[in-house]
């Protein structure tokens, strides 16, 4: 359940900077064009971040049983 709690909610945090970069900052006038928040590989690096935690919880809840 742990595993489940903690992928769920790095999900929520996923598609609500997804819907920030896509939606909210597009629209702001007086924004940076050269800020790179919300690039591709930003992205990503944040994909894998949480990829990698979330092999690590299901790796130590695994060992547990």
């Given at each position: 359940?742990?595993?489940?709690?903690?992928i769920a909610f790095?999900?929520?945090?996923?598609?609500?900077?997804?819907?920030?970069?896509?939606?909210i900052?597009?629209k702001i006038?007086?924004?940076?064009?050269g800020?790179?928040?919300?690039?591709?590989?930003?992205?990503?690096?944040?994909?894998?971040?949480?990829?990698a935690?979330?092999?690590?919880?299901?790796?130590?809840?695994?060992g547990?049983?």
């Amino acid at each position: 359940m742990l595993v489940a709690g903690v992928i769920a909610f790095q999900l929520l945090i996923i598609s609500g900077t997804l819907i920030g970069c896509f939606t909210i900052y597009p629209k702001i006038h007086d924004r940076d064009p050269g800020n790179e928040r919300c690039s591709g590989s930003q992205i990503s690096e944040l994909m894998a971040q949480i990829t990698a935690s979330a092999f690590a919880l299901y790796g130590a809840e695994a060992g547990r049983d």
